[in-house]
């Protein structure tokens, strides 16, 4: 088992930047696929970016070139760097971890982009 934080969500111009960071309970060296997805009002749940345990990542079309996904195996975290936010990436971020068979998620963060 292993239990998610996530955490650096707020509210950012059009434009601007931040930074989610995902805590695991336990080390990640191992995980097979690590991942961000999002929710947004009145959307389903959609990938944003996820990373493998030999470090390939893999993007959706929609943030390509915006956003970075990095993984930190000293520290246990799975972090999202996000970059020329769009007012369509209000959402919820969810962090997502595929363990033995199972997906496990965070409880989620907010992004507002707004002005």
């Known amino acids: 088992q292993v239990q998610l934080v996530e955490s650096g969500g707020g509210v950012v111009q059009p434009g601007g930047s931040l930074r989610l960071s995902c805590a695991a309970s336990?080390?990640?060296?191992?995980?097979?696929?690590m991942g961000w997805y999002r929710q947004g009002p009145g959307k389903q749940r959609e990938m944003v970016a996820d990373?493998?345990?030999?470090?390939?990542?893999n993007y959706a079309d929609s943030v390509k070139g915006r956003f970075t996904i990095s993984r930190d195996i000293a520290k246990n975290t799975i972090e999202l760097q996000m970059n020329s936010l769009k007012p369509d990436g209000t959402a919820v971020y969810y962090c997502?971890?595929?363990?033995?068979?199972?997906?496990?998620w965070g409880q989620g963060t907010q992004v507002t982009v707004s002005s």
């Open positions: 336990r080390s990640i060296f191992s995980i097979n696929t």
């Open positions: 997502m971890v595929a363990l033995s068979q199972r997906d496990y």
């Open positions: 990373i493998t345990q030999s470090g390939f990542t």
